[in-house]
């Protein structure tokens, strides 16, 4: 074969074709870039814990002292809802108890009032007619100030008929300094009236529920009793402000 004069002439060599090891070699860089990857990965995630450890450990103890701390929160809460209940329990034991006991004086200042009355209803005395006023009768009651009175009128007299006629209660007292009277009207709803109606053939009770008024300091009761009739009588008398029944 002739040569062309002036053509550089080059030489060619036959290779063979292996496609497996192309793709094993792209098998082995896939390879080496996931293992770099994941190299890198787990060196950061390494370098990244390394202040972690002493944080979680604290995160966790102090998970621990917060349930403690939530047990002993609801242990304290069940505690003082137990006292409440109890004292709750207690006062109202307390108040019924109180309640009881009130009553229990009230009824018996009305029994001692109503035996002395009685004796004295038996037993006149001489030949004594006309009016006798009893002891004012006093039970403080739960509310300062607030009083159950009674007062009893009786009439003196071997035959006894019925009579009418008229009671005046009147409180004297101090306010401010100042010397004050007050009806029994004016303090008692169980009294409409200045004078009391009066109409029995041997005694009247006269009671019921007296409020002193803010600053008003009793000191005297006076009481006045009139009957009218055929045999009109008077009967006056002045007790100091009695100690109540409490």
Do not use: C
């Not at 896939?30 to 814990?49: D, I, K, Q």
């Not at 038996?122 to 009651?141: I, T």
């Not at 303090?187 to 009391?196: F, H, L, N, P, R």
């Amino acid at each position: 074969m002739s040569a062309v004069k002036g053509s550089k002439q080059y030489s060619m060599k036959v290779v063979p074709r292996r496609p497996g090891r192309t793709l094993l070699l792209i098998l082995l860089i896939v390879v080496l870039l996931a293992a770099g990857a994941v190299g890198g990965y787990l060196y950061g995630y390494w370098v990244g814990m390394g202040g972690k450890p002493f944080a979680l450990g604290q995160r966790d103890t102090l998970k621990v002292q917060l349930q403690d701390s939530r047990a002993e929160a609801e242990q304290l809460r069940q505690q003082v809802a137990n006292l409440t209940l109890s004292s709750e329990v207690d006062r109202q034991a307390n108040n019924s108890v109180r309640k009881e006991v009130i009553e229990l004086r009230e009824e018996i200042a009305s029994l001692e009032a109503d035996i002395s009355f009685y004796r004295g209803l038996m037993a006149p005395g001489d030949d004594s007619k006309g009016l006798k006023l009893g002891e004012v009768q006093l039970v403080a009651r739960a509310e300062p100030g607030h009083y159950n009175y009674k007062i009893v009128v009786q009439q003196l007299a071997t035959q006894h008929s019925v009579i009418s006629g008229e009671l005046n209660i009147t409180l004297v007292g101090r306010r401010d300094g100042e010397l004050e009277r007050l009806g029994l009207y004016q303090v008692s709803d169980a009294v409409d009236a200045e004078d009391i109606k009066l109409r029995f053939k041997y005694f009247q009770n006269v009671e019921g529920e007296l409020s002193l008024p803010e600053g008003f300091t009793p000191e005297k009761i006076e009481l006045v009793a009139r009957s009218t009739g055929k045999n009109a009588a008077e009967a006056s008398k002045t007790f100091n402000w009695p100690e109540p029944n409490e």
